[in-house]
Each structure stands twice: as structure tokens, then as C-alpha cells.
């Protein structure tokens, strides 16, 4: 158990929705990062918050967005969905700032979008 | 931009042998190197990574890693697998500290045959 948190685990919709995706970071950790991870694309990066702003910016669509809130925990948005967005979303965290830069790693929420 | 290139998709190997895993990467200054392994429907779990100094490192799981800068390799390296090693390995490569946003190879999938 990596001390991550993410729901839901599984979530089926249809094109043109919007999803919601929850992390809860390891106690303590200040960073929380996204990946989506697709057989086509492999692990790709989307976006890293550091408690509470935005660090850093992979390759995430206009139509997601992401936030960190107080308490540190953080949503992944992910609206009018295409069949492509089909994916399984990782979020990480760390402790963030001059650290060992390991990630610990939630399950992941598979989004299945028909 | 850092990059990282596992060449090998899949590999079967005999419960008992030795296994190693190729990882190239391409990033202009001193690289932090991670490798990471996922087992099926778990998050990723960090086996070893490299910062500096000692060239062979080692890492959780009796997995070994070398960093060769001349040809910008870090394999990973174990002398006798386990029929629980079958997972998937990814190498990742990190720019600095302070935003340990992580590239990821492709992955290489690891099948173990009694």
C-alpha cells in the first residue's frame, strides 16, 4: 500500500461527458502529479502540483484540468470525452522540493468512455 | 527534452535465470534514473534509482541497475527471477530537483516460465 489514494477505481461514461478523479496524497506529501497510461501512449505526464500551484505542465488536453486544494488532496477533470480518453489515470505524490524524487503511486481510476 | 527508450516490449525468461532489462535515455545534463515496476492492477513501486556517485546501485526485490554514461544506458540487472517478478518494468528519467516530474519509457513487460 503506497499511501495513495484515488477514486473511483473503475468508471464507464459516454462521449461528450464530464468525469471527475480523486487523489489523496500519502500523509505529508505536498506534490501531486498525473499520468495517463494507455497502450498507444504509454505513461504519459499530465500535470504536477506543489501544495496547492500548478508546477509543472505535460501533455494534457485543454479539455483537463486538475487543482490541489487545501487539504492537499486533488481532482483531474476530464470533460466532453472522446473514446481516446480511454485510459488508466495514475496519480502520484512526493514530498516535494529537494527530495529523493520518488513517486508513490495510486492503483489508478480506469476510465472506460463508450 | 529527456527521453527514454526501453527496446524490448516483452521478455520471457525461466524461473531461475538471470534477467536483464534495457533502458537508453537521452537527456543533456547528469540524468536522475528510476526504475519502476507494475504489477497487474497495482500503481507503480519504485525498485532503484540513481543520482550520483556509485555506478551499480541496488535496489528492493535484489533488482541491480548500472548507469553507463558513455552509452547512456541503465539496465537493470537481477541473477535469478522469481516467478513474482512478472510484472511490467519502466525506466523513468528526471530532470531536477525541486520538480521531479518523471519521463517514462514504454515499458517492458516480463513473462517467467516454470
Known amino acids: 500500500d503506497s499511501g495513495v489514494t484515488q477514486t473511483p477505481k473503475h468508471l464507464i461514461t459516454a462521449t461528450g461527458q464530464r468525469v471527475t478523479l480523486r487523489c489523496s496524497p500519502r500523509s505529508g506529501d505536498l506534490s501531486v502529479y498525473w499520468y495517463q497510461q494507455s497502450l498507444d501512449q504509454g505513461l504519459q505526464f499530465l500535470i504536477q502540483?506543489?501544495?496547492?500551484?500548478?508546477?509543472a505542465k505535460g501533455n494534457i488536453l485543454e479539455r483537463f484540468s486538475a487543482q490541489q486544494f487545501p487539504d492537499l488532496h486533488s481532482e483531474l477533470n476530464l470533460s466532453s470525452l472522446e473514446l481516446g480518453d480511454s485510459a488508466l489515470y495514475f496519480c502520484a505524490s512526493s514530498v516535494g522540493g529537494r527530495t529523493t524524487g520518488e513517486l508513490f503511486f495510486g492503483e489508478g481510476s480506469r476510465l472506460t468512455v463508450l | 527534452a529527456q527521453s527514454v527508450t526501453q527496446p524490448d516490449i516483452h521478455i520471457t525468461v525461466s524461473e531461475g535465470a538471470s534477467l536483464e532489462l534495457r533502458c537508453n535515455y537521452s537527456y543533456g545534463a547528469t540524468p536522475y534514473l528510476f526504475w519502476y515496476v507494475q504489477s497487474p492492477g497495482q500503481g507503480l513501486q519504485l525498485l532503484l534509482k540513481y543520482f550520483s556517485g556509485d555506478t551499480l546501485v541496488q535496489g528492493i526485490k535484489g533488482f541491480e541497475a548500472e548507469f553507463k554514461r558513455s552509452q547512456s544506458s541503465f539496465n537493470l540487472r537481477k541473477p535469478s527471477v522469481h516467478w513474482s517478478d512478472a510484472a511490467e518494468y519502466f525506466c523513468?528519467?528526471?530532470?531536477?530537483?525541486?520538480?521531479?516530474?518523471?519521463?517514462f519509457g514504454t515499458g517492458t513487460r516480463l513473462t517467467i516460465i516454470p
Open positions: 523513468a528519467v528526471g530532470s531536477n530537483f525541486g520538480n521531479e516530474k518523471l519521463t
Open positions: 502540483y506543489y501544495n496547492g500551484e500548478e508546477r
